[in-house]
């Protein structure tokens, strides 16, 4: 029960045991790991706004799984390179709203994750390739900064998601995201008339120059 | 040779002697419905609330027990034996007086609420479990998290905090610590911080007053944080 583990105590402690080994999970470990993961999809959602998505079990697996090698290479810097491209593989399914969403569940902790790789080995392999991840999953990576705008047609285009991100955005105070063309009038709109006092600086750097 | 005056009463004037019970050597006695006071002396005038009192008759009593009318020579009767003659101050005994009104008795004032010729932000608003509900379901969570709610049984929501949410509802202010409508101050406003010290059993409650002066405790306790889930789980108890 390597995973369900994993999650567990991601989701109630934050406090993680691993082990140095690749691993390889069970296929009960994975039945035990996806029926944890819908409870606390059936739970998250009672805080989103409008309509969550419905769990995407696929994508649920896929990232609680990304996210455990991903700490166990960071962690355990023995591991070799080549691991790491072998280990965290891409989705391959869809990105829709639902996959969006449940891969969030535990992507939500890409962003620190990738704070604490860069802390350990600025420039590693292991770093890029969080990266390129986060990148491709903007919704779970605000507050981290890319050289190319993300791919956000999918969150805008999904009322809950869109709320949510832009809820995101402004908790984290992301100016990065907040001065995209497209996203400031959604972020205006969120602070309405009191942007002053939810985020002072909101207006002086969205101000067209 | 007289040997003093005696003084005839009814015997319903009974409480009519408490004003000569201070008069030293006064005795009284009952007997067939009358009073009889003796004591008085023979010659001189009578003290003045001897005088006053409502007598029947007033006769001079020799020593032999005749009584002679007053200014008269011929006695008209005997004093009546078996008289058992007792001092004023027994004959008469002190009682203390009912009191007039109760001892802990509290005067009553109506709160009343008047326009405020100032203006001032809102800290509260009174609303409804289904606007709030409607609201809460997609608002920001910035302007969730600012707030505090609580509900009343006749789903009546109260919102605390700023800033406000966009919704139907009365607005209230603060106004020493307590919520009044806004736009209304009390009529007399040096009462506001002796109305909180009486009516405000925790430091953290709420007094919530309505127009009409009629106010309600919101508990402390009974105020939660603004979460989407606190809200939408609220008003699905509420069977809505």
């Keep these: 029960m390597l995973l369900t583990g994993f999650l567990h105590d991601l989701l109630t402690t934050g406090c993680l045991t691993l082990t140095s080994q690749p691993d390889s999970f069970e296929a009960a470990d994975l039945h035990a790991a996806e029926d944890l993961l819908r409870s606390y999809h059936a739970e998250d959602a009672k805080e989103m706004p409008h309509t969550a998505p419905v769990f995407n079990a696929p994508a649920a697996l896929w990232s609680a799984a990304y996210l455990y090698d991903t700490v166990k290479l960071a962690l355990v810097r023995e591991l070799d390179e080549t691991l790491v491209h072998e280990q965290l593989q891409d989705f391959s399914g869809d990105m829709t709203p639902e996959a969006i969403y449940s891969a969030d569940l535990t992507f939500r ?48 285009a999904h009322p809950a998601l869109r709320q949510a991100y832009i809820d995101r955005i402004i908790r984290v105070q992301d100016r990065a995201r907040a001065s995209q063309t497209h996203l400031a009038p959604l972020i205006h709109e969120a602070l309405g008339g009191h942007a002053a006092t939810l985020w002072p600086d909101f207006t002086a750097f969205t101000l067209p120059v | 040779m007289m040997a003093g005056r005696v003084f005839v009463l009814a015997a319903a004037d009974r409480e009519a002697l408490g004003s000569v019970r201070h008069l030293p050597g006064l005795q009284a006695a009952e007997v067939a419905d009358q009073l009889w006071l003796r004591g008085l002396s023979a010659t001189g005038e009578l003290p003045l609330p001897v005088r006053g009192l409502p007598a029947v008759a007033i006769y001079a009593l020799d020593a032999e027990g005749r009584l002679f009318p007053d200014g008269q020579r011929t006695p008209t009767a005997r004093l009546p034996t078996g008289l058992v003659w007792q001092p004023i101050r027994l004959f008469v005994p002190l009682e203390l007086p009912t009191a007039a009104l109760p001892a802990q008795g509290t005067p009553a004032y109506r709160v009343r609420l008047r326009p405020s010729a100032r203006a001032g932000a809102g800290a509260a608003l009174l609303t409804t479990l289904t606007a709030w509900h409607a609201y809460a379901e997609t608002a920001p969570e910035i302007r969730l998290r600012c707030l505090r709610f609580a509900v009343a ?15 139907p509802g009365l607005e209230l202010w603060l106004r020493e610590g307590l919520l009044l409508p806004a736009g209304f101050d009390f009529e007399a406003p040096l009462l506001a911080p002796l109305l909180r010290q009486k009516l405000q059993t925790a430091a953290d409650d709420v007094l919530l007053f309505a127009a009409d002066g009629s106010w309600e405790r919101v508990l402390n306790t009974d105020i939660l944080p603004v979460t989407r889930s606190a809200v939408r789980l609220t008003f699905k108890e509420f069977g809505r």
Excluded: M, N, Y
């Excluded at chain 1, 890409?110 to 491709?136: H, I, M, Y």
């Excluded at chain 2, 049984?153 to 919704?167: K, N």
């Design chain 1, 109 to 156: 902790h890409l962003p620190d994750l990738l704070r604490l790789a860069k802390g350990l080995a600025p420039g590693d392999a292991l770093v890029s390739r969080l990266q390129a991840t986060a990148w491709k999953w903007p919704f779970s990576s605000v507050g981290t900064k890319f050289k190319d705008a993300e791919p956000i047609v999918t969150i805008i």
């Design chain 2, 153 to 167: 049984a006749d789903a009546r929501v109260l919102l605390l905090g700023t800033p406000l949410p966009p919704l």
